[in-house]
């Protein structure tokens, strides 16, 4: 059964800074992973999506990536601002199958 | 940009009692999913639905459920008997394919 881990839970950072949110999965089996936002009470928009033969992929100051065969994808914020406080989720997408997989999610404060 | 969108926002309900949770998904798109997120707790998936008849379906979604396209445009989840534990947030989400999904805003379902 997959399982989706992140590491933290949370973290807090002063504004500027870069950071590395973690995200690994138990079965390599799977046909696309996506990063996720979730502001407070509001619904999930996406961020990337990385499909299982790519490595990465990069949108503005986001960068994720992925080592299928050792179950990690990575996303990567640059130069964090205050807005970039939100919970991200990343979630995989199993091969035959229709659901995604969510993680628990790493609940992001960027302080001014 | 076309967007997933749900109503209502927020639904009250008593134990017991019947709730239709509405979505009108992307219009092009041909696949259609629920999702749900207790309080706390990880994002859940529900049901996939394809071609008029679900494609996939969790443990989670047992007879009290059921979903519909009613016409061409609205996608629904209903829930004969509301349980306090039906109590979390409905997303909505919709795809091309096997693909990125598009989630909606969601409802927030409060049995009492």
């Known amino acids: 059964k997959q399982e989706v881990t992140q590491i933290p839970a949370a973290l807090s950072v002063p504004e500027g800074e870069n950071l590395v949110l973690n995200c690994s999965f138990t079965?390599?089996?799977?046909?696309?992973l996506q990063w996720f936002r979730q502001d407070p009470g509001k619904g999930l928009t996406s961020l990337l999506l990385?499909?299982?033969?790519?490595r990465e992929q990069t949108s503005g100051r986001l960068n994720a990536s992925l080592d299928k065969s050792s179950g990690r994808s990575t996303l990567y914020i640059a130069a964090s601002q205050p807005g970039d406080s939100a919970t991200y989720l990343c979630?995989?997408?199993?091969?035959?199958?229709?659901?995604?997989?969510f993680g628990s999610g790493t609940r992001l404060l960027v302080r001014p | 940009e076309p967007e997933v969108t749900q109503t209502p926002s927020h639904q009250v309900t008593q134990m017991g009692q019947e709730v239709i949770l509405r979505c009108v998904p992307i219009?092009?798109?041909?696949?259609f999913y629920w999702y749900r997120q207790i309080l706390g707790q990880k994002v859940e998936f529900l049901v996939s639905?394809?071609?008029?008849?679900?494609?996939?379906k969790s443990e989670i979604f047992d007879d009290q459920f059921s979903v519909e396209r009613p016409d061409g445009s609205n996608f629904t989840l209903k829930i004969r008997s509301t349980k306090l534990e039906d109590s979390a947030m409905y997303f909505c989400?919709?795809?091309?394919?096997?693909?990125?999904?598009?989630f909606g805003p969601g409802t927030r379902l409060t049995v009492t």
């Open positions: 989400a919709s795809s091309t394919t096997h693909y990125e999904q598009y």
């Open positions: 079965d390599s089996a799977i046909y696309n």
């Open positions: 979630a995989v997408l199993m091969d035959s199958s229709y659901k995604l997989i």
């Open positions: 219009s092009n798109h041909l696949y």
């Open positions: 639905f394809y071609n008029n008849e679900i494609s996939e």
């Open positions: 990385i499909q299982s033969s790519q």
